[in-house]
């Protein structure tokens, strides 16, 4: 369970909801109505509350799929590439 998917602020009003989510979750998933919970966090505004009953986690979707792994191998190789210099020939190109 991380809280890492999950945004860090309200996109409506801007206020930062991230760190309340592992206490949501946690008690949502023991059986609390996301209400209580939210009323219980002091998150009153209901641009908050969405983020909160509408957010899906995906994270371990994720991993379920190997392409994922593809990925971050290539991403690697492209960050360990030498950078391209625009508009100049280097001497080891021609
Ligand atoms: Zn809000």
């Not at 996109?11 to 008690?27: A, D, E, L, S």
Request: charged share 25%; net charge positive; hydrophobic share 30%.
């Amino acid at each position: 369970m991380s809280a890492a998917q999950f945004p860090v602020k309200c996109v409506t009003c801007g206020k930062v909801i991230n760190p309340y989510w592992n206490n949501y979750k946690t008690r949502t998933d023991a059986g609390e109505t996301p209400i209580k919970v939210l009323d219980s966090l002091k998150i009153g505004r209901m641009c908050c509350r969405r983020m909160f009953m509408c957010h899906v986690d995906i994270e371990h979707y994720q991993l379920l799929y190997p392409v994922y792994k593809d990925n971050i191998q290539r991403t690697e190789q492209t960050v360990n590439k030498k950078p391209h210099n625009f508009g100049q020939v280097s001497d080891d190109e021609e």
